[in-house]
């Protein structure tokens, strides 16, 4: 439920390009959500629904990519690609693994209408 | 600039809000109450075409305010620690039980407590029980504390005014003048994405939950310095297999540092209090993992070939 505390970030990070850029509507949000940022894209969706009305973004296509997680395999050495942190290597099943992308979650653009 | 003793803090991000404005103080407490407003939780500052690039973390926010109270307690001397768990673990009890053990084993030193939970001032009622003081910090609907809530409830601390009353030097980074317990919200999937600016984050696992923990919240577990495996005396009564844990802490986090505590009966209790009290070696809970090289120190070594030799006994390979 953190998802709704984070949709309120967004909100506000995107207010606050409405005051620095001067705009009044946003069109398009395009976020990123990594497969190991924590973050539930479904959840954050919802909350960002349940909050946008009355703000810049209201009616906006908000569109969230959601990057695969990727960690370094210190036996295969090599980097490969996992949907969470419990998961062992997919090539030789060995773990632990090292994290290297996939963990954030950002606001990436913004496509605003100038009325 | 620090209201409450004048210290220098320039770095305290700008929030667009007086603090009065966004959360319910108990003017005889200082307990803090951020679910007062219509949403049930905190949201700071919800108030032709072109292309606008953010490309910024969503919660870059919480991290400068985290930084700086990072930078605040360095420069207090507070050593700020994380506590998290699910709801029942036995965070409360294990910190009224270091409360006393400390009072014996470093009697001037001060320690206070703030506690997080979505309703009600029960646990910081039982910290002031023991004679330290308690800030009790309450989310409303909220899942986790962030770290503006734990800024502005150190400023209500008198620990906060406490190490800067004097000329207080502090000739060491470790230093440490004061310990800062943050009890978070019992909930182990939220609270592992907010930094706080603690030194680092200690997750509490109690025996009566199951071994499987690490690998249900593996972001929890990625993200401690230390597991703390409470209610060991209840593992004649329970069915948790202690290496196995270990081994599924350690598949998430190879250097998750472990200490099987009874907080009720005592047991492991000098060697929490070891952990906690000063010394060089600490990593911060917001560093990467440390990579190994020929200058680590031993505990760092110790740590890597407890990882390899928990790999090696998954993978079904004797260790002689």
Request: one cysteine or more; aromatic letters at 4%.
């Amino acid at each position: 439920m953190h998802e709704i505390g984070l949709a309120g970030d967004i909100v506000r990070m995107v207010q606050d390009a409405a005051a620095r850029d001067r705009f009044s509507r946003v069109a398009q949000l395009r976020l990123e959500a990594g497969a190991l940022a924590g973050v539930e894209p479904d959840a954050l969706r919802f909350a960002l629904d349940a909050l946008v009305p009355g703000t810049v973004l209201d009616g906006a296509e908000i569109t969230i990519d959601e990057p695969p997680g990727t960690a370094w395999c210190g036996q295969c050495a090599a980097t490969v690609e996992i949907g969470s942190r419990a998961e062992a290597c997919p090539d030789c099943g060995g773990y632990p693994l090292r994290p290297t992308g996939g963990t954030e979650l950002r606001v990436l653009d913004l496509v605003v209408v100038d009325d | 600039m620090c209201t409450v003793c004048g210290c220098s803090t320039p770095n305290r991000p700008r929030s667009s809000e007086a603090p009065d404005t966004y959360v319910a103080v108990d003017r005889a407490t200082g307990d803090l109450h951020y679910g007062t407003g219509a949403a049930g939780v905190s949201v700071v500052g919800l108030g032709a075409t072109r292309t606008i690039a953010i490309e910024a973390d969503v919660l870059g926010a919480n991290r400068r305010f985290a930084e700086h109270n990072r930078a605040h307690f360095a420069a207090h001397g507070v050593r700020a620690f994380n506590l998290l768990s699910s709801p029942g673990s036995g965070k409360t009890t294990l910190l009224c039980a270091t409360i006393h053990a400390l009072r014996q084993r470093a009697p001037t030193l001060p320690v206070s407590v703030i506690e997080g939970d979505q309703q009600t001032s029960v646990d910081a009622d039982r910290i002031r029980a023991t004679g330290a003081p308690a800030i009790q910090v309450n989310t409303g609907r909220g899942c986790h504390l962030d770290a503006r809530m734990v800024g502005d409830a150190f400023a209500r601390l008198a620990l906060h005014g406490h190490t800067h009353a004097g000329d207080h030097a502090h000739p060491h980074a470790d230093a440490t003048d004061a310990l800062l317990f943050i009890e978070n919200v019992g909930n182990l999937v939220c609270p592992a994405l907010w930094d706080l600016g603690e030194a680092a984050k200690v997750v509490v696992l109690s025996v009566t939950e199951g071994e499987d923990k690490p690998l249900k919240y593996p972001d929890m577990f990625a993200a401690a310095t230390l597991m703390v495996l409470n209610k060991i005396d209840l593992l004649p009564h329970v069915a948790f297999d202690v290496e196995r844990c270990i081994a599924n802490a350690r598949r998430i986090n190879p250097a998750v540092e472990v200490l099987r505590v009874s907080a009720t009966r005592g047991d492991g209790m000098d060697a929490w209090l070891a952990w906690l009290l000063p010394r060089s070696d600490v990593r911060p809970s917001a560093q990467p993992l440390p990579v190994v090289d020929p200058a680590a120190t031993e505990a760092a070594l110790r740590d890597r070939i407890a990882m390899l030799e928990a790999a090696l006994a998954a993978a079904g390979v004797e260790v002689p």
